[in-house]
Structure formats: structure tokens, C-alpha cells
């Protein structure tokens, strides 16, 4: 198990920009699948986006080129570099990790952050 804690949030108009981090503490940070998810009031977790060594990065429909994901293995931190926010944006974004074969969903992440507030005005 690795431990996550997210930060970056707040609130930005739309069409402007935002980075998200999280910073992991465990084991092996760079065997992880790290992916991000988002989860608005009343809805799903969705499915952000993720990167690994082997392949990737991915992204979900939604954020493909307006979102970015990178990490810095030295630092055990992933990254979310978010721009041309819009309204429907507007989530609780949590960082996660998967150990083995992962998939866009969230049951194939085992860790997961608190989440961090993300709120795009209109």
C-alpha cells in the first residue's frame, strides 16, 4: 500500500489553469499506476486520467488536450496540470494507485487519497 495526500485545489475562473499534486509515501512509487478521478455531487467517480512506466499516459474523454498528467519519481509525486477549466470541471479530484494490471476504473485502484476541491465559476 502506498499513502497519498492531494493538494492544489481551489477555486479558478473558467478557462483558466490549475495544478493538483499528490505526494506519496511508500514503496516502490515508480512500479504504481498513478491515475487521477473526479467525483461531482450526485455523479460517479470518473476517470481522469493516468500514466505509468510502460505506456500512457491516458486520459478520459472529457479533459483529453486540456489536461495533463506527469510525475517526478525522484519526488514520489504525480501531477495534474489542468487548463481551459470549465464549469463542468467542478469536482473533488483524488489521486490514486494501482499495484497490478490496472484499468480506467476505479475497483483497479487499491490507494487512494482524501481528495482535494476543485470548483471552476462560470
Known amino acids: 500500500q502506498v499513502q497519498l495526500v492531494e493538494s492544489g485545489g481551489g477555486l479558478v475562473q473558467a478557462g483558466g489553469s490549475l495544478r493538483l499534486s499528490c505526494a506519496a509515501s511508500?514503496?516502490?512509487?515508480?512500479?504504481?499506476?498513478m491515475g487521477w478521478f473526479r467525483q461531482a455531487p450526485g455523479k460517479e467517480r470518473e476517470f481522469v486520467a493516468a500514466?505509468?512506466?510502460?505506456?500512457?499516459?491516458y486520459y478520459g474523454d472529457s479533459v483529453k488536450g486540456r489536461f495533463t498528467i506527469s510525475r517526478e519519481d525522484a519526488k514520489d509525486t504525480v501531477y495534474l496540470q489542468m487548463s481551459s477549466l470549465k464549469a463542468e470541471d467542478t469536482a473533488v479530484y483524488y489521486c490514486?494507485?494501482?499495484?497490478?494490471?490496472?484499468?480506467?476504473?476505479?475497483?483497479?485502484?487499491?490507494?487512494w487519497g482524501q481528495g482535494t476541491q476543485v470548483t471552476v465559476s462560470s
Open positions: 500514466i505509468n512506466r510502460i505506456r500512457g499516459p
Open positions: 490514486a494507485a494501482s499495484s497490478g494490471n490496472w484499468a480506467a476504473t476505479p475497483a483497479a485502484f487499491g490507494s
Open positions: 511508500g514503496r516502490s512509487f515508480s512500479l504504481y499506476t
